[in-house]
Each structure stands twice: as structure tokens, then as C-alpha cells.
């Protein structure tokens, strides 16, 4: 359909260029066509001759009749209507309607020549990933797909954190407080463990010292407390080594990223999520020097009370902001020496036009901040952080310190058993009813695919930028809005073509004279192509479930309106080209949202 909306917005201005030949810096080169938002007002209709009226020092009726007579004489258009001040609406043919939706859901290249980074998932090191870690997961990969299917060239990267504070307190932990047969049984749980233990034994040495009057608290990167308890100095001394290469450390290290990324990738494997490369914080440790001394050199970066900073302004930067500290006042670096050493090496290598980074709302500030600091270095891609409402449970935050989480692997676990349990109890009523069961291994599959789709779907369906409260019966439900909703009306497209063909040797063919509610499937099936590009423009997977639930539920209303298999054979074989192009719809894009589909529900 956006062809065709395209088509007539530049057919509109070229009449109204060619009527006003001496306002051409006035007119654009195609007017903006959108679909109408109610059935009476057309298929499609065009507003423009509202805003030209002014600028053109002409009425906007007069300059919507000038768009309605261009616009008529395409031959996908029936007739044309102008409504209210100057609104023209626009009614397609039937037969228009009909051939177009036989071609298929046809997407527009129009990333073609162009390359995305983009950064998601990036769980940390030793901790397994939370229910909390699903929304950059998902979001990440949904938009990666879209930006694929049209035409963009993609590097999807999982930035991990692997690095920093957190390793010279674990390796401390390990080795006062590792249970090395827990640790065989779940590697990264049983470092989780030791990390909470050591958590609560600072805190208890900060407690102790805060009663006798210690130094005053502040905090690591991390949030954690930095008065000079014992064990805090322990781990410094730890993290130390590790900096400096001690061997020792280094393999501790090592084997921590080795437990993890199996973990992890089992995880993804289980979400159908793949990366293009897994650059971790560690990957830019060597960079790190060479990168200060750049943004010095540039008079980006400056001294403050011995450490390295930028600030920034309103006039030079657009916005003031506190000062993004590269470098501490004892040497060190952070996660923002880090992340511009990354902008650098990610311009370096792809050249990319895009750098889209997925994380949660909490990290605004810091992109803007580094945005900021990479256009002053000449960045030219445009930066853009993809943020999402955080996650929470009814009582509040999370936090892998305290261990009051919920584990990814766990959820997905609970998703399959409800998926599994519901699907059992629908194949007893199969059998009933006299129809093939399903066997086990396809209860199994079903289970599978139907728990991974109520997960994935319930984030995904939702603006990303809204606040999720995480209970099971809202992340695993199987009514209403929800992904099984979508896989069932794929099922049936797909049951009814069965049927077809094996019971009456019938095949999808032509689409004839069009019923109310095959026009109104028809149509929506056209919007596909518009509804990939709203989230390839908007990084907001939401606008495509949005359509896919529409387009399920105009499928609905063809269903019970228009019989297929006990149609005339002319009609049938029309209506079964809309269930073939409603299930091939339907696949695809669930597809883009990284959803999987089942020929038997």
C-alpha cells in the first residue's frame, strides 16, 4: 500500500506544481497520503490542501479539488470525495484491492546502502540473566530483524559486562566462600551466591564501621559502598592484580566468562536471539589509555580535582548536563571511557550510519552524555539510545546483590508448563471430538513454542518505554491480545488450506467480487509494508503487534462471515488466496518479532 500512497502523493503535488508554477518552493514533492481512519471516510485521504491553503494564499477546497481530480485518475482509485475544509478521501477499487493482496506482504528497501550497529542484551558476567534482562533482549532482537527486512545491513552486538569492580570482589568471595560442588551442579548460580555473600558481609563491616564513626559512604560505579572496610580493601588489592595481568586472577577471570557465556547461550539459544559479535567491556580495556589522551588532545576532556572530565553547555552541547567523568582521580576508568572507546572502534570498523543502543531508562543521562562527547569528536552516525521502562516486581525493584530476582530460564521454564498443561487439556477435547490428537512430541513443540510467543509477545506488544510490573499470570497469559491469540489464527489459515486441498483437491485462486469483510482483510493485509517501516523509523516493535492483532481479528470477522470450504468453487478458491496471504502475514511478521508459528494448534 505505500507504493500506491506515494504514487498518488506525488501524482497530487504534480498538479498542484503544475497549477502554481511560480510557488514550486511552497509545494513538496510528494504530499503526504495516509490511510483514513474510518471506514466512511475511504480507504485513504489526504490533508494537505489544510496546510498549503496559507502558504499557496489559496482556499483549501479549492486546492483539494485540484488533488482530487490528479488523484482520481489513478487507476487503483474508484472515486474521490473532498469532506469538511478540504479533507479528499480517497476509495479504492475492489479489483485493486483484490490483485494487490495476492502479491504478498512486499516490504520496501529502504535501508538499502546503509549500516546499523545495534547494542542489546548485555547481561553481566557471572550472574545469570534475570527477568529483567528480557526486555533489552527482546526489544533488541525484534528491531534488528525489522531493520533487516528493510534492506539495512545489521551488526547486532552484545555488550557484556566484563569488567571492573565487581571481579576483585568475586574472586575474593571465591576464594573464602566457593562451594565447589555447587559450583559443578551451576557455575554461574553458585557465583551469584558467593557475590550475595560477599554483598552482606560488607555491608556488615560498613555498618560496623559507621558505628564507630568510619569515613562518611560513598559509592563504586556499581552502587557499592566505598568505606575502607576490610573486605572492600581486599577486593581493590584483587581487582589490582587482575589490571595488572596477575596470572592467577586473570584465569579466574577467564573461567568467570567461559561459565557465563555458556549460560548465556543456551539462554539465547532457547529465545531464538543471535549476536553478530560479543564485544564485552574487556574488549576495550587496551583502548581505554589512548582514548583519554584523544578526547585531552582535542580540549574535549579536562582536569577536575584530578580526574578527567567533560563538561558541557547549552550553547555548544544543546543541553547542560553534569560532567561525564572518563577518568577517576586515582587512574582508573569507567564504563563511560568504556562506551566512547566503543562509539570509536564500532566508526572504525563498520562505518555504520546508525549506533542504536538498547538498554533501560535509568542510563538517559549517560547517552546523552556520550552522544554529546562523540559529536564534539566528529561521530557522524546518528546515535540513538533505544530505552524501555524498567521492569519491577509488585513489591517493588529487584537486585541480583539482594537475590530477591526472578531467573530468565525460570520464567521460561513456568511458560513451557503452563503452555504444555493448557495444550494437554485441548487435545483431550480434540480427541473427544473426534479429531487426530496430537502426540506427545507435538505437545511438547507446541508447549514450547506457545510459552517462548506469551513471553516474548506480552513485552513486545507493550510501548517499550512503558513501566512492566512483572507477574506470572500477566507475562504467561494465553487470552485475549497475546501471541498464542496470533499462533491460533495462523493455525487455522493454515488448518482450512489443509482442508481444502485434501478434501476437495482445492487450491487458492483468484479473488473475485469482494464481501464487506473479505474487502476490509484485504486492506489490512496491505498495511504490512507500513507497519515494518512505523518500527524500522521508531525502534517500536509494538506498532507491529498492534497490526498483527488487527489483522488477526479482521481475519476473525472474515472467518465467521464468509464460508470457505462450503463456498462455490469460485468463490472458495478467492477466499482461500486470503487465508494463504493472511497466514503468510501473520508468519512474517511474528517472525520479525522473533515469534514462532505452529501449523497444528
Known amino acids: 500500500m505505500l507504493d500506491l500512497m506515494s504514487a498518488l502523493g506525488r501524482r497530487a503535488a504534480d498538479a498542484l506544481r503544475a497549477a502554481f508554477p511560480n510557488s514550486l518552493d511552497k509545494i513538496p514533492e510528494e504530499l503526504v497520503v495516509v490511510r483514513a481512519g474510518k471506514p466512511e471516510f475511504g480507504d485513504l485521504q489526504c490533508s494537505a490542501a489544510l496546510q498549503l491553503g496559507k502558504a499557496l494564499g489559496q482556499k483549501p ?47 520496501r528497501p529502504i535501508g538499502a546502502g546503509q549500516r546499523v550497529v545495534i547494542d542489546y542484551s548485555s547481561p553481566n558476567v557471572a550472574k545469570p540473566m534475570h527477568i529483567g534482562h528480557i526486555r533489552s533482549t527482546i526489544i533488541g532482537e525484534a528491531i534488528k530483524r525489522v531493520l533487516r527486512a528493510v534492506g539495512y545491513e545489521v551488526i547486532g552486538d552484545n555488550h557484556l559486562g566484563d569488567w571492573g569492580t565487581q571481579f576483585g570482589k568475586l574472586i575474593v568471595a571465591w576464594r573464602r566462600w566457593l562451594d565447589a560442588d555447587a559450583y559443578q551442579r551451576s557455575p554461574v548460580d553458585e557465583l551469584q551466591r558467593i557475590y550475595i555473600k560477599y ?12 558505628a564507630k564513626g568510619g569515613e562518611a559512604e560513598e559509592t563504586d560505579d556499581d552502587g557499592t559502598p566505598k568505606a575502607a572496610t576490610p573486605l572492600l580493601a581486599e577486593a581493590r588489592a584483587e581487582l589490582v592484580k587482575l589490571q595488572a595481568g596477575d596470572p592467577e586472577n586473570v584465569a579466574l577471570w577467564k573461567q568467570f566468562v567461559d561459565v557465563s557465556m555458556r549460560e548465556f547461550d543456551r539462554v539465547y539459544q532457547r529465545l531464538g536471539v543471535s549476536f553478530d559479535v560479543t564485544l564485552g567491556e574487556s574488549f576495550y580495556n587496551d583502548r581505554l589509555p589512548a582514548t583519554v589522551q584523544l578526547l585531552v588532545e582535542r580540549g574535549i576532556a579536562e582536569e577536575s580535582k584530578g580526574a578527567m572530565v567533560v563538561f558541557f553547555t547549552k550553547e555548544r552541547d544543546g543541553e547542560e548536563m553534569p560532567p561525564f567523568l572518563i577518568r577517576k582521580a586515582d587512574g582508573g576508568f569507567n564504563y563511560g571511557t568504556t562506551d566512547v572507546a566503543g562509539v570509536l ?3 572504525e570498523r563498520w562505518s555504520p550510519t546508525r549506533i542504536l543502543i538498547v538498554t533501560d531508562e535509568r542510563q538517559q543521562l549517560h547517552f546523552r552524555q556520550l552522544f554529546a562527547v562523540a559529536r564534539r569528536l566528529g561521530v557522524k552516525a546518528s546515535q540513538e539510545h533505544i530505552w524501555f521502562g524498567l521492569m519491577r516486581l509488585p513489591e517493588g525493584t529487584f537486585s541480583t546483590r539482594d537475590g530477591n530476582v526472578i531467573g530468565l530460564e525460570a520464567l521460561l521454564d513456568e511458560a513451557e508448563r503452563r503452555a504444555l498443561a493448557l495444550a494437554t487439556e485441548k487435545n483431550a477435547e480434540r480427541a473427544e471430538g473426534g479429531e487426530a490428537p496430537l502426540s506427545e512430541a507435538e505437545l511438547r513443540e507446541v508447549a514450547r513454542v506457545v510459552g517462548m510467543g506469551a513471553v516474548k509477545y506480552n513485552d513486545l506488544s507493550k510501548d517499550r518505554q512503558t513501566l512492566v510490573t512483572f507477574t506470572w499470570d500477566k507475562a504467561l497469559s494465553l487470552q485475549g491480545n497475546t501471541a498464542p491469540y496470533l499462533q491460533y489464527a495462523y493455525a487455522r489459515t493454515r488448518s482450512i488450506l489443509r482442508k481444502a486441498e485434501t478434501e476437495a483437491g482445492a487450491k487458492p485462486g483468484p479473488i473475485g467480487a469482494l464481501a464487506p469483510a473479505e474487502r476490509a482483510l484485504a486492506s489490512k493485509l496491505l498495511g504490512f509494508d507500513e507497519a515494518v517501516e512505523q518500527v524500522a523509523r521508531t525502534t517500536r516493535p509494538h506498532l507491529l503487534a498492534e497490526y498483527l492483532f488487527d489483522l488477526s481479528q479482521a481475519f476473525s470477522t472474515f472467518f465467521n462471515e464468509c464460508p470457505v470450504l462450503k463456498a462455490e468453487p469460485s468463490v472458495r478458491d478467492g477466499r482461500l488466496t486470503l487465508c494463504a496471504q493472511t497466514a503468510e502475514t501473520l508468519k512474517r511478521g511474528l517472525d520479525l518479532l522473533g515469534i514462532e508459528v505452529l501449523e497444528r494448534m
Open 199 to 210: 554483598t552482606d558481609e560488607e555491608k556488615a563491616q560498613q555498618k560496623a564501621l559507621g
Open 61 to 107: 477546497r479549492d486546492l483539494a479539488a485540484t488533488i482530487a481530480t490528479a488523484v482520481g485518475e489513478d487507476p487503483a482509485v474508484a472515486r474521490v470525495e473532498i469532506a469538511g475544509p478540504g479533507f479528499v478521501n480517497v476509495h479504492l477499487k475492489d479489483g485493486w484491492l483484490a490483485e494487490a493482496a495476492t502479491r504478498g506482504a512486499e516490504l
Open 345 to 347: 572502534y564500532r566508526m
